[in-house]
């Protein structure tokens, strides 16, 4: 699929809406693109995006207004565990940047490697570990959006890891700061990779957001990562993993998580 293709259907939907900043709402997250919501259009009805396959993912696109700024929202994303190609993973990213989006915000919910995280804590991702053993850019690199070899050395901009810390002080909201590494999923890690991802300096662990913001970095794109702390990961609470307890974790941390998106949209 040709991005060009995708990026005129949208913007024939959608009215030539240009949007300056970019969501990706991630499990249990996507009430934001419900509540405000201009045009959505399913994925399944854009070309060259895929069908998402997770419960707890709606999988559209929402455009919007919030707080004066454009935004579009992925209510949904696609996971590398979906058996999507890791190119399919970030070509959203790259419509968003063909759409005139400045700054990305990714969120995601994680398990806490960081003991002292508490379920639905929510955390600014400071840095990340790519332990998915793919990078997103590999393929011929598309010189218009990057260059070959993307500089990663700030992905999460420090100028929005101090702003989201600022407004979290404000609005009383505490707010854990770390490293988010990603395993491909879909098992939960074992108590054994967790001791790992701690010691190579993870605080966080999940199945997504760091292709996203690799792509968006190398497209000079602005990130910040926000995640859910869901549940403390494999071997750091002796309690067992499920879905349906990620999602409730989710779902306690939402009013906050959206009152703090919609504070950081307005001061962006
Ligand atoms: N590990 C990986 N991904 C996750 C977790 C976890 O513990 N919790 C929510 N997403």
């Known amino acids: 699929m040709i991005l060009e293709t995708t990026v005129e259907y949208i913007k024939e939907k959608t009215g030539n809406f240009i949007p300056e900043i970019g969501i990706i709402l991630g499990s249990g997250l996507g009430e934001l693109a419900d509540e405000f919501c201009q045009t959505a259009i399913p994925y399944a009805e854009i070309p060259g995006f895929e069908a ?10 929402v455009f919007a207004e919030i707080n004066g700024k454009k935004v579009v929202m992925m209510q949904g994303r696609f996971h590398f565990y979906e058996g999507h190609s890791i190119q399919k993973v970030v070509y ?31 955390m600014v991702i400071t840095d990340h570990i790519n332990h998915m053993g793919v990078n997103p850019l590999i393929g011929p690199n598309d010189d218009s ?15 929005y890891i101090k702003l989201a810390e600022n407004i979290a002080k404000k609005l009383g909201i505490e707010l854990q700061k770390g490293v988010y590494m990603a395993f491909t999923g879909p098992s ?8 790992m991802a701690r010691i190579i300096g ?21 990130v910040i990562g926000l ?33 703090l998106v919609k504070e950081i949209i307005k001061e962006l």
């Not at 959006?145 to 901009?157: A, H, I, K, L, N």
């Not at 993870?202 to 602005?222: C, F, L, N, R, Y």
């Not at 499920?242 to 009152?259: G, L, N, P, T, Y």
Request: glycine share 8%; with cysteine; aromatic share 6%.
């Open 92 to 122: 959203p990213v790259k419509v968003m940047k063909k759409l005139g989006v400045k700054t990305l915000i990714v969120t995601n919910a994680a398990g806490g490697v960081n003991a002292e995280f508490k379920p639905a804590d929510l």
């Open 52 to 61: 998402s396959t997770v419960s707890g993912h709606k999988g559209r696109l």
């Open 202 to 222: 993870a605080d966080a662990v999940g199945m997504s957001t760091v292709p996203e913001a690799v792509t968006a970095s190398w497209a000079g794109i602005k």
């Open 188 to 195: 939960y890690e074992t108590p054994a990779e967790v001791k």
């Open 145 to 159: 959006m990057g260059v070959r070899f993307p500089d990663m050395s700030e992905v999460y901009t420090a100028e």
């Open 227 to 259: 995640s859910c702390i869901c549940n403390s990961a494999a071997g750091v609470s002796t309690v067992g993993l499920s879905h349906e307890d990620v999602i409730e974790a989710a779902a306690k941390a939402k009013d906050k998580f959206k009152v």
